[in-house]
């Protein structure tokens, strides 16, 4: 295609340029945040395979139980800001290899995603909290982190929303649509 318009010299190196730079955030990515994940006690391997699949918002793990199999609250708060990365647009990364880390935040898509993922994270807590009598600092833990999960299109759980009631089900299921529809990797 590039050949048939006539731009084949003009284009394909920014095209190249391009793939590199994709390359180059996206592996760095991988070696910051496998490094964060591994702050919780989490093996290397097992670090960088849950990194790898919460940057692509695929949800799978090597273990039968997913993230559960962990059974390890620092692990699952360490994934949150991994599985929000994966939800962000490729350009806002741009942006921060550019070196411009202050207009990241100032970017109205990760402001809406924040926001987002902030008021999603409470109501689910706090409908676990009332509605399925699930202690208070459980019903953050649950209830932030299948948030989270449900709005990055990544399919991680740490609990098992089968015993939850129909209200915060329903509020992830809506903040899928919503995360599925905002342009990241779902």
């Given amino acids: ?13 920014n095209v190249v340029s391009t793939g590199r730079r994709m390359w180059l955030i996206y592996l760095s990515l991988t070696f910051i945040f496998t490094g ?4 919780s006690g989490t093996a290397l391997w097992d670090s960088l395979n849950l990194v790898m699949v919460a940057l692509a918002t695929g949800g799978f793990s090597i273990h039968d139980a997913g993230i559960m199999y ?5 692990l699952e708060l360490l994934m949150i800001p991994v599985m929000l990365a ?3 647009p490729f350009k806002v990364y ?6 411009s880390f202050t207009g990241m935040f100032k970017d109205r898509i990760v402001q809406v995603l924040l926001l ?3 008021v999603g994270s409470a109501i689910t807590s706090f409908d676990l909290f009332m509605l399925n009598n699930i202690p208070a600092e459980q019903a953050i833990r649950q209830g932030v982190f299948t948030a989270i999960s449900g709005f990055t299109t990544c399919g991680l759980q740490n609990s098992d ?7 915060p089900i329903a509020v992830v299921t809506i903040m899928m649509f919503i995360g599925g529809a905002s342009g990241s990797t779902a």
């Fill in 86 to 88: 994966g939800a962000l």
């Fill in 116 to 118: 987002i993922a902030a």
């Fill in 70 to 74: 962990y059974n390890n609250p620092t």
């Fill in 36 to 39: 964060l994940v591994m702050l």
């Fill in 94 to 99: 741009f942006l921060l290899y550019r070196g």
């Fill in 161 to 167: 929303i089968h015993f939850w009631h129909a209200i």
């Fill in 1 to 13: 295609l590039y050949r048939s318009e006539g731009r084949s010299e003009s284009l394909m190196p």
